[in-house]
Protein backbone atom coordinates (compact mmCIF):
# COMPACT_ATOMS: atom_id res chain seq x y z
CA UNK A 1 0.00 0.00 0.00
CA UNK A 2 2.65 2.19 0.89
CA UNK A 3 4.52 1.96 -2.70
CA UNK A 4 1.22 2.37 -4.79
CA UNK A 5 0.73 5.53 -2.45
CA UNK A 6 4.12 6.67 -3.05
CA UNK A 7 3.75 5.67 -6.50
CA UNK A 8 0.81 8.37 -7.19
CA UNK A 9 2.44 10.66 -5.12
CA UNK A 10 5.59 11.13 -7.27
CA UNK A 11 3.36 11.03 -10.94
CA UNK A 12 3.47 14.08 -12.66
CA UNK A 13 0.46 16.13 -12.42
CA UNK A 14 -1.18 16.15 -15.93
CA UNK A 15 -1.62 18.88 -17.73
CA UNK A 16 -5.61 19.81 -18.52
CA UNK A 17 -6.26 21.16 -21.25
CA UNK A 18 -9.80 21.90 -20.76
CA UNK A 19 -8.29 24.54 -18.64
CA UNK A 20 -5.41 26.05 -20.60
CA UNK A 21 -7.96 26.47 -23.86
CA UNK A 22 -8.34 29.78 -23.22
CA UNK A 23 -4.88 30.58 -23.12
CA UNK A 24 -4.17 28.56 -26.42
CA UNK A 25 -7.37 30.22 -27.95
CA UNK A 26 -5.88 33.82 -27.11
CA UNK A 27 -2.57 32.66 -28.63
CA UNK A 28 -3.98 31.20 -31.79
CA UNK A 29 -6.06 34.73 -32.19
CA UNK A 30 -3.24 36.68 -31.37
CA UNK A 31 -0.94 34.75 -34.31
CA UNK A 32 -3.42 35.33 -36.74
CA UNK A 33 -3.55 38.79 -35.77
CA UNK A 34 -0.13 38.96 -36.56
CA UNK A 35 -0.24 37.38 -40.29
CA UNK A 36 -3.22 39.10 -40.83
CA UNK A 37 -1.82 42.75 -40.05
CA UNK A 38 1.81 43.50 -39.45
CA UNK A 39 -0.01 47.08 -37.73
CA UNK A 40 -1.88 44.53 -35.01
CA UNK A 41 1.68 43.46 -33.49
CA UNK A 42 3.06 47.23 -33.03
CA UNK A 43 3.37 48.26 -28.98
CA UNK A 44 0.42 51.07 -29.74
CA UNK A 45 -2.22 48.82 -30.63
CA UNK A 46 -1.17 46.21 -28.42
CA UNK A 47 -1.28 48.37 -25.29
CA UNK A 48 -4.97 50.12 -27.17
CA UNK A 49 -6.25 46.33 -27.15
CA UNK A 50 -5.23 45.70 -23.84
CA UNK A 51 -6.25 48.38 -22.03
CA UNK A 52 -9.53 48.55 -23.76
CA UNK A 53 -10.11 45.28 -22.28
CA UNK A 54 -9.91 46.35 -18.68
CA UNK A 55 -12.91 46.74 -18.33
CA UNK A 56 -14.72 43.83 -19.51
CA UNK A 57 -12.06 42.19 -17.93
CA UNK A 58 -12.90 43.83 -14.15
CA UNK A 59 -16.79 43.45 -14.73
CA UNK A 60 -15.91 39.73 -16.07
CA UNK A 61 -14.13 39.28 -12.40
CA UNK A 62 -17.22 39.98 -10.48
CA UNK A 63 -19.47 38.32 -12.98
CA UNK A 64 -17.10 35.24 -12.27
CA UNK A 65 -18.33 34.80 -9.06
CA UNK A 66 -22.05 35.68 -9.46
CA UNK A 67 -22.13 32.78 -11.89
CA UNK A 68 -19.94 30.49 -10.05
CA UNK A 69 -22.64 30.76 -7.37
CA UNK A 70 -25.18 29.51 -10.08
CA UNK A 71 -26.74 33.11 -10.38
CA UNK A 72 -25.99 35.40 -13.49
CA UNK A 73 -26.29 39.06 -14.21
CA UNK A 74 -27.86 40.77 -16.75
CA UNK A 75 -27.62 44.40 -15.89
CA UNK A 76 -24.16 44.97 -15.67
CA UNK A 77 -24.08 47.12 -18.77
CA UNK A 78 -26.93 49.50 -17.41
CA UNK A 79 -25.37 49.46 -14.24
CA UNK A 80 -21.71 50.61 -15.11
CA UNK A 81 -24.21 53.52 -16.63
CA UNK A 82 -25.98 54.47 -13.63
CA UNK A 83 -23.19 54.67 -11.60
CA UNK A 84 -21.04 56.45 -14.06
CA UNK A 85 -23.34 58.84 -14.03
CA UNK A 86 -23.81 58.92 -10.61
CA UNK A 87 -20.03 59.74 -9.77
CA UNK A 88 -20.25 62.36 -12.40
CA UNK A 89 -22.88 64.09 -11.04
CA UNK A 90 -21.22 63.73 -7.58
CA UNK A 91 -17.47 65.45 -8.40
CA UNK A 92 -19.51 67.94 -10.55
CA UNK A 93 -21.27 69.15 -7.42
CA UNK A 94 -17.95 68.83 -5.41
CA UNK A 95 -15.89 70.50 -7.44
CA UNK A 96 -16.54 74.21 -6.98
CA UNK A 97 -15.97 73.53 -2.65
CA UNK A 98 -13.54 70.13 -3.40
CA UNK A 99 -11.14 70.99 -6.18
CA UNK A 100 -9.98 68.38 -7.32
CA UNK A 101 -10.33 66.02 -4.32
CA UNK A 102 -14.14 65.72 -5.58
CA UNK A 103 -12.52 63.17 -7.71
CA UNK A 104 -11.40 60.78 -4.86
CA UNK A 105 -14.99 61.78 -2.95
CA UNK A 106 -16.59 60.83 -6.08
CA UNK A 107 -15.14 57.32 -6.86
CA UNK A 108 -15.39 56.30 -3.35
CA UNK A 109 -19.23 57.43 -3.72
CA UNK A 110 -18.70 55.61 -7.00
CA UNK A 111 -17.61 51.91 -5.20
CA UNK A 112 -21.06 52.37 -2.09
CA UNK A 113 -23.12 52.89 -5.27
CA UNK A 114 -22.38 50.39 -7.21
CA UNK A 115 -22.07 47.64 -3.74
CA UNK A 116 -25.87 48.80 -2.99
CA UNK A 117 -26.91 47.75 -6.93
CA UNK A 118 -25.03 44.59 -6.38
CA UNK A 119 -26.68 44.22 -2.98
CA UNK A 120 -29.97 44.82 -4.62
CA UNK A 121 -29.96 42.46 -6.97
CA UNK A 122 -28.71 39.94 -4.51
CA UNK A 123 -31.71 40.23 -2.01
CA UNK A 124 -33.89 40.34 -4.68
CA UNK A 125 -32.96 36.92 -5.96
CA UNK A 126 -32.08 35.66 -2.66
CA UNK A 127 -35.21 37.14 -0.59
CA UNK A 128 -37.57 37.70 -3.04
CA UNK A 129 -36.80 33.95 -4.19
CA UNK A 130 -37.01 35.29 -8.29
CA UNK A 131 -35.33 34.00 -10.63
CA UNK A 132 -31.70 35.97 -11.20
CA UNK A 133 -32.64 35.87 -14.94
CA UNK A 134 -35.79 37.79 -14.48
CA UNK A 135 -34.42 39.58 -11.30
CA UNK A 136 -31.36 41.42 -13.43
CA UNK A 137 -33.36 41.94 -16.62
CA UNK A 138 -35.47 44.00 -14.65
CA UNK A 139 -33.10 46.49 -12.79
CA UNK A 140 -31.24 46.37 -16.21
CA UNK A 141 -34.04 48.31 -17.51
CA UNK A 142 -34.61 50.22 -14.16
CA UNK A 143 -30.87 51.46 -14.56
CA UNK A 144 -30.96 52.40 -18.04
CA UNK A 145 -34.27 53.96 -17.36
CA UNK A 146 -32.35 56.24 -14.16
CA UNK A 147 -29.47 56.91 -16.50
CA UNK A 148 -31.67 58.05 -19.31
CA UNK A 149 -33.93 60.10 -16.66
CA UNK A 150 -30.53 61.71 -15.11
CA UNK A 151 -29.02 63.07 -18.77
CA UNK A 152 -32.45 63.61 -19.75
CA UNK A 153 -31.76 62.07 -22.73
CA UNK A 154 -28.39 63.73 -23.70
CA UNK A 155 -25.16 63.60 -22.10
CA UNK A 156 -23.74 64.04 -18.21
CA UNK A 157 -20.39 65.57 -19.21
CA UNK A 158 -17.65 66.03 -16.29
CA UNK A 159 -16.82 69.57 -15.39
CA UNK A 160 -13.60 70.99 -17.87
CA UNK A 161 -11.83 71.80 -14.69
CA UNK A 162 -11.99 68.13 -13.43
CA UNK A 163 -10.28 66.57 -16.73
CA UNK A 164 -6.81 67.36 -16.47
CA UNK A 165 -6.82 66.36 -13.31
CA UNK A 166 -8.22 62.71 -14.05
CA UNK A 167 -7.29 61.91 -17.32
CA UNK A 168 -4.22 59.82 -15.95
CA UNK A 169 -6.76 57.61 -14.26
CA UNK A 170 -7.07 56.33 -17.89
CA UNK A 171 -4.21 57.83 -19.68
CA UNK A 172 -1.29 57.93 -17.02
CA UNK A 173 1.07 54.67 -16.80
CA UNK A 174 3.20 52.80 -14.06
CA UNK A 175 6.60 52.00 -15.12
CA UNK A 176 5.30 52.00 -18.76
CA UNK A 177 2.14 49.62 -17.94
CA UNK A 178 -0.91 51.58 -18.62
CA UNK A 179 -2.37 52.58 -15.16
CA UNK A 180 -6.36 50.32 -16.41
CA UNK A 181 -4.32 47.26 -17.15
CA UNK A 182 -2.80 47.84 -13.50
CA UNK A 183 -6.25 47.98 -11.84
CA UNK A 184 -7.17 45.64 -13.78
CA UNK A 185 -4.21 42.98 -13.00
CA UNK A 186 -4.67 43.81 -8.94
CA UNK A 187 -8.84 43.35 -9.10
CA UNK A 188 -7.76 40.05 -11.13
CA UNK A 189 -5.28 38.63 -8.11
CA UNK A 190 -7.30 40.17 -5.15
CA UNK A 191 -10.53 38.21 -7.24
CA UNK A 192 -8.28 35.10 -7.69
CA UNK A 193 -6.96 34.99 -3.88
CA UNK A 194 -10.80 34.94 -2.69
CA UNK A 195 -11.75 32.24 -4.88
CA UNK A 196 -9.47 30.11 -4.86
CA UNK A 197 -7.86 30.33 -1.63
CA UNK A 198 -10.56 31.33 1.03
CA UNK A 199 -13.47 29.62 2.92
CA UNK A 200 -15.62 32.16 1.21
CA UNK A 201 -14.59 30.70 -2.46
CA UNK A 202 -14.73 27.27 -1.69
CA UNK A 203 -18.10 27.46 -0.59
CA UNK A 204 -19.51 29.94 -3.82
CA UNK A 205 -18.09 26.98 -5.23
CA UNK A 206 -20.34 24.49 -3.55
CA UNK A 207 -23.45 27.03 -3.69
CA UNK A 208 -22.97 26.88 -7.26
CA UNK A 209 -22.19 23.20 -7.91
CA UNK A 210 -25.51 21.37 -5.71
CA UNK A 211 -27.47 24.31 -3.61
CA UNK A 212 -29.22 21.50 -1.37
CA UNK A 213 -26.34 20.16 -0.40
CA UNK A 214 -24.48 23.56 0.29
CA UNK A 215 -27.10 24.17 2.31
CA UNK A 216 -26.78 20.60 4.28
CA UNK A 217 -23.45 21.20 4.89
CA UNK A 218 -24.25 24.54 6.60
CA UNK A 219 -23.58 26.64 3.87
CA UNK A 220 -26.05 29.85 3.75
CA UNK A 221 -26.51 29.59 -0.05
CA UNK A 222 -28.58 33.22 0.33
CA UNK A 223 -25.50 34.60 1.88
CA UNK A 224 -22.85 33.55 -0.47
CA UNK A 225 -25.14 34.83 -3.31
CA UNK A 226 -26.03 38.38 -2.41
CA UNK A 227 -22.00 38.42 -1.32
CA UNK A 228 -21.90 37.19 -5.16
CA UNK A 229 -23.75 40.39 -6.15
CA UNK A 230 -22.01 42.76 -4.17
CA UNK A 231 -18.49 41.99 -5.25
CA UNK A 232 -20.10 42.13 -9.21
CA UNK A 233 -21.43 45.70 -8.09
CA UNK A 234 -17.82 46.88 -6.87
CA UNK A 235 -16.16 45.68 -9.82
CA UNK A 236 -18.79 47.86 -11.88
CA UNK A 237 -17.72 50.43 -10.32
CA UNK A 238 -14.24 49.81 -10.32
CA UNK A 239 -14.65 50.11 -13.94
CA UNK A 240 -16.45 53.10 -13.66
CA UNK A 241 -13.93 54.60 -12.43
CA UNK A 242 -11.55 54.06 -14.34
CA UNK A 243 -13.94 54.63 -17.95
CA UNK A 244 -14.79 58.27 -16.87
CA UNK A 245 -11.34 59.57 -18.40
CA UNK A 246 -11.77 58.26 -21.69
CA UNK A 247 -14.61 59.56 -22.81
CA UNK A 248 -15.62 62.57 -19.97
CA UNK A 249 -19.29 61.59 -20.18
CA UNK A 250 -22.36 59.15 -18.82
CA UNK A 251 -24.74 58.88 -21.06
CA UNK A 252 -27.79 56.34 -21.85
CA UNK A 253 -26.16 54.21 -24.54
CA UNK A 254 -22.87 53.82 -22.09
CA UNK A 255 -22.35 50.27 -20.85
CA UNK A 256 -24.65 49.47 -23.91
CA UNK A 257 -24.42 45.19 -24.73
CA UNK A 258 -21.50 44.95 -22.13
CA UNK A 259 -23.60 42.55 -20.22
CA UNK A 260 -23.54 39.77 -23.69
CA UNK A 261 -19.42 40.79 -23.29
CA UNK A 262 -19.02 39.78 -19.74
CA UNK A 263 -20.96 37.02 -20.11
CA UNK A 264 -19.54 35.73 -22.85
CA UNK A 265 -15.46 36.64 -21.52
CA UNK A 266 -16.64 34.59 -18.56
CA UNK A 267 -18.15 31.18 -20.30
CA UNK A 268 -14.67 31.31 -22.59
CA UNK A 269 -12.86 31.76 -20.43
CA UNK A 270 -13.97 27.79 -18.43
CA UNK A 271 -16.44 28.93 -15.93
CA UNK A 272 -19.85 26.76 -16.32
CA UNK A 273 -22.62 29.04 -17.16
CA UNK A 274 -25.02 26.73 -14.21
CA UNK A 275 -22.09 27.61 -11.61
CA UNK A 276 -19.95 25.23 -9.68
CA UNK A 277 -16.58 26.40 -11.37
CA UNK A 278 -15.54 29.35 -11.77
CA UNK A 279 -11.64 30.15 -13.60
CA UNK A 280 -11.01 33.89 -12.69
CA UNK A 281 -8.00 33.97 -15.11
CA UNK A 282 -9.09 32.20 -17.91
CA UNK A 283 -12.03 35.20 -17.58
CA UNK A 284 -9.12 37.67 -18.40
CA UNK A 285 -8.18 35.55 -21.32
CA UNK A 286 -11.51 35.37 -22.58
CA UNK A 287 -12.03 38.92 -22.54
CA UNK A 288 -8.90 39.74 -24.47
CA UNK A 289 -9.80 37.41 -26.66
CA UNK A 290 -13.25 39.34 -27.22
CA UNK A 291 -11.28 42.61 -27.83
CA UNK A 292 -8.50 41.20 -30.03
CA UNK A 293 -11.30 39.87 -32.37
CA UNK A 294 -13.02 43.42 -32.45
CA UNK A 295 -9.56 44.92 -33.08
CA UNK A 296 -8.84 42.43 -36.00
CA UNK A 297 -12.37 43.53 -37.42
CA UNK A 298 -11.42 46.71 -37.55
CA UNK A 299 -8.14 46.55 -38.82
CA UNK A 300 -8.45 44.29 -41.54
CA UNK A 301 -11.50 45.23 -43.10
CA UNK A 302 -12.74 41.99 -43.73
CA UNK A 303 -16.06 41.82 -41.75
CA UNK A 304 -18.05 44.93 -40.40
CA UNK A 305 -17.59 46.61 -36.98
CA UNK A 306 -20.92 46.92 -36.95
CA UNK A 307 -21.07 42.86 -37.06
CA UNK A 308 -18.70 42.64 -33.56
CA UNK A 309 -21.76 42.07 -31.08
CA UNK A 310 -22.97 39.06 -33.72
CA UNK A 311 -19.39 37.61 -33.54
CA UNK A 312 -19.30 37.48 -29.77
CA UNK A 313 -23.10 35.85 -30.20
CA UNK A 314 -21.01 33.51 -32.08
CA UNK A 315 -18.46 32.89 -29.70
CA UNK A 316 -20.88 32.26 -27.05
CA UNK A 317 -22.92 29.78 -28.59
CA UNK A 318 -19.05 27.99 -29.94
CA UNK A 319 -17.92 28.03 -26.50
CA UNK A 320 -21.32 26.55 -24.49
CA UNK A 321 -20.92 24.28 -27.46
CA UNK A 322 -17.70 23.04 -26.53
CA UNK A 323 -18.21 23.03 -22.71
CA UNK A 324 -20.66 19.99 -23.36
CA UNK A 325 -18.23 18.07 -25.92
CA UNK A 326 -15.64 18.71 -22.84
CA UNK A 327 -18.10 17.18 -20.02
Request: hydrophobic content about 55%.
Amino acid sequence: MTTVTTEIADAPRRIRWADMGPFIALALVVLIGTLINTNFATGTNIANVVTRSAFIAIIAVGATFVISSGCLDLSVGSMMAFVTGVMILTMNRLEPTMGANAILVGAGFGLIVGALCGLLNGLIVTVGKIEPFIATLGTMGIFRALITWMSDGGSIPIERALRDPYRPVYFGNVLGIPLPVVVTLAVVLVGAFILYRTKYGRRCMAAGSNADVARFSGVSVARVRTTAFVIQGLCVAIAAICYIPRLGAATPTTGQLWELQVITAVVIGGTLLRGGKGRIWGTVAGALILEVIANLMVLSNMVSEYLVAAVQGVIIILAMLAHRFIK
